[in-house]
């Protein structure tokens, strides 16, 4: 029960995050130059090795002394949230940037597992450095198991990715991406006090 606690509480953290942010867009883009299932598996193998990488890191920064790696996994989140909160109002903006510069990367026709393969590296190139890899690091660093947490991020990621194949415009059109930053800022400063709490109580 605990496991499935755990990865409910990657895939809470990760899914707001990631929904304004460029995986969403790219994967949008992808989409519509491929056929819809080889990108949306391509994509999901990416999030796949990320997330290992993530967990990986988070693993090992884990061994490190307790207090200080509790207290920057808690300036990860917080950092997490500045910036979520910083971009909420220029999200829109954003968007159809990001939509220009991943159009123009992708050039169509290929079907199969050359669009998988494809959309694989755009996809994994694309998400090097991204919020939700040093916050999945962040999760493992603190002492939360590495497995839960990489089902749950990926999961997530897996869910982003789908909903942008099948529902992307429509989405696009219907939310505001203003009121999901925000909410993804409010997620991380949430966990940034209780990583700090934590830290000094136990």
Do not use: N
Not at 18 to 37: G, H, I, M, N
Not at 49 to 54: E, G, K, P
Not at 65 to 72: E, I, K, R, W
């Amino acid at each position: 029960m605990d496991a499935v606690l755990i990865a409910l509480t990657a895939f809470v953290l990760i899914l707001p995050v990631e929904l304004p942010d460029k995986t969403f867009v790219a994967t949008l883009v992808l989409s519509t130059r491929y056929p819809p299932l080889p990108v949306w598996l391509g994509v999901v193998a990416a999030f796949g090795v990320q997330c290992l990488i993530a967990v990986t890191a988070g693993h090992w920064l884990g061994k490190l002394p307790q207090l200080p790696v509790s207290l920057a996994a808690a300036a990860l989140f917080l950092v997490g949230a500045v910036v979520l909160a910083r971009g909420a109002r220029s999200a829109d903006a954003e968007e159809a940037e990001q939509e220009a510069e991943f159009s123009a990367k992708v050039a169509g026709g290929a079907k199969g597992w050359r669009a998988a393969a494809a959309s694989f590296v755009v996809l994994f190139t694309a998400e090097w450095g991204d919020l939700s890899q040093f916050l999945v690091a962040g999760l493992v660093a603190k002492g939360q198991p590495a497995v839960p947490v990489f089902f749950g991020a990926w999961a997530a990621l897996a869910t982003i990715s789908g909903l942008a194949v099948l529902f992307g415009r429509v989405l696009l059109a219907r939310v505001r991406l203003a009121i999901v930053r925000y909410v993804a800022a409010g997620v991380c400063a949430t966990l940034a006090v209780i990583t700090v709490v934590t830290a000094f109580t136990s």
